[in-house]
């Protein structure tokens, strides 16, 4: 049994790690609960889904440009102090974001301006934080410290929005909004607690490095992925899997018009993609032992696509049957969420190769551009994907549009690797990027 469970070996040999990880734990609670109370907040100032939508707009652009810039700022400063000055204002946008509802503001700008700072100051730290990683852990504990960080993840994925609901509906949002403010010091504390990592630190000093933070430093990331074949097929693979197979946008017509059950139904069909997730991380021990780790994550993302489609079949399939009076839940909910936390765990798992992959095989002085890059695929792919599904399932129904694209990403994913057959013999133990 210790074999299959989470390998831990990361948590006790790096002390350092230890409270990155812990912080982090209890900080991503505190930041879902958040981002799940905004939502609900903007809904009952304006009592429109097109506001709530405009959240996520708010959210994404300066991710983006903060995720590409954070990550050439990283490169060229000191790690530490990079992840200390913007987890710095990530703690204050959470503060002000509390404020407005202790103050009782209620203006829906205060808030979209004080979502754009909380996710700006995101885009810098997160990709810092995940370059930090390889520094403190080595190269060969990095599947286990991801598959870790995947589960804390998926734990606040499922805890969170869970809490938002409950907090909000017993205590109001000035009180859910200030778990973030105490719980994000957890994370404070662990970057403070972090030696000194400047350029170099890891022996891999960039020689044209001139701490100058601009375009051209950006273009340098691109310019090494365009080049790296075995990296760039990591972000191929996400991008297919995120914008062919994304089912969040059709989960709300499913519920009311499908399986039935409403909201309930798209609750228990989310928390069926995060225990996936969650189960994946506890029983991470084979895949730290894996070292085929291109050919993991094509099979990965194959059995996410097949898993899709095989929610799709059983939506299908529930159709068919008319709803009961008052479209109560159905017993087609629960093939639908197995189905749906099959491919929660394949997503889990092409996420913890993909990172281990991205971390490994690019050099130290540019891990904190791609992973910018990847913050920003991460963030844009699903929305993208939501636009894909949610409009393909308007005009074809949503039950197809989940068979044809979970298809689609299989098929996809088999192309691209007739294209680069190198990637399926990607060996960590020879990192090639």
């Known amino acids: ?32 609960v958040t981002l799940t109370a905004v939502s609900l907040q903007v809904y009952e100032l304006t009592a429109s889904s097109l506001y ?26 000191d790690r530490r102090k990079v992840a200390l000055i913007s987890g710095l204002a990530l703690w204050l946008s959470a503060a002000g974001i509390a404020a407005q509802a202790w103050l009782d503001l209620g203006n829906v700008w205060v808030l979209y301006l004080l979502v754009a700072l909380h996710s700006a100051a995101q885009g810098v730290n997160q990709p810092t934080r995940s370059a930090i990683i390889p520094a403190l852990v080595g190269r060969e504990l990095l599947p286990a410290a991801n598959a870790l960080n995947m589960l804390t993840a998926s734990i606040a994925m499922m805890a969170g929005p869970l809490l938002a609901g409950t907090l909000v509906l017993t205590v109001g949002y000035a009180w859910t909004y200030t778990i973030e403010v105490v719980t994000f010091l957890a994370a404070l504390w662990a970057l403070w607690l972090l030696p000194a990592l400047p350029p170099g630190s890891a022996g891999e000093l960039d020689p044209k490095r001139s701490r100058r933070v601009g375009l051209r430093s950006v273009l340098e990331g691109f310019q090494f992925l365009s080049t790296r074949k075995n990296v760039r097929m990591t972000f191929l693979l996400d991008i297919n899997a995120m914008v062919m197979a994304a089912p969040r946008a059709v989960l709300p017509a499913i519920g009311a018009l499908m399986i039935g059950g409403g909201e309930l139904t798209v609750g228990i069909l989310m928390a069926a993609m995060a225990a996936g997730a969650f189960f994946t991380g506890v029983f991470s021990g084979p895949l730290t032992r894996m070292n085929r780790h291109g050919a993991a994550t094509f099979w ?7 898993a899709v489609s095989g929610f799709g ?4 399939l529930a159709s068919r049957d008319p709803l009961p009076e008052g479209g109560s839940l159905t017993w087609w909910v629960w093939p639908a969420a197995i189905f749906l936390l099959l491919a929660g765990s394949a997503d889990s798992v092409a996420m913890i190769f993909r990172s281990t992959i991205l971390q490994s095989a690019t050099p130290d002085h540019l891990r904190g551009r791609l992973q910018g890059v990847f913050i920003v695929v991460v963030a844009g792919g699903p929305r993208v994907g939501d636009m894909v599904s949610g409009s393909v399932g308007e005009a074809i129904g949503e039950h197809w549009v989940m068979i044809v694209g979970g298809i689609a990403c299989a098929l996809i994913a088999a192309l691209l690797i007739r294209w680069l057959p190198g990637f399926l013999r990607y060996d960590s133990r020879n990192p090639v990027p």
């Open 52 to 77: 709530v939508g405009l959240v996520g707009l708010f959210a994404l652009v300066p991710l983006v440009a903060a995720g590409l810039y954070g990550g050439a700022i990283a490169d060229n400063f």
């Open 300 to 306: 990965a993302v194959v059995s996410y696509g097949l």
């Open 1 to 32: 049994m210790s074999r299959l469970l989470a390998d831990l070996t990361p948590l006790r040999v790096s002390p350092a790690y230890r409270r990155l990880w812990l912080g982090n734990a209890i900080s991503a609670v505190g930041v879902q």
């Open 313 to 316: 079949v059983v939506v299908l």
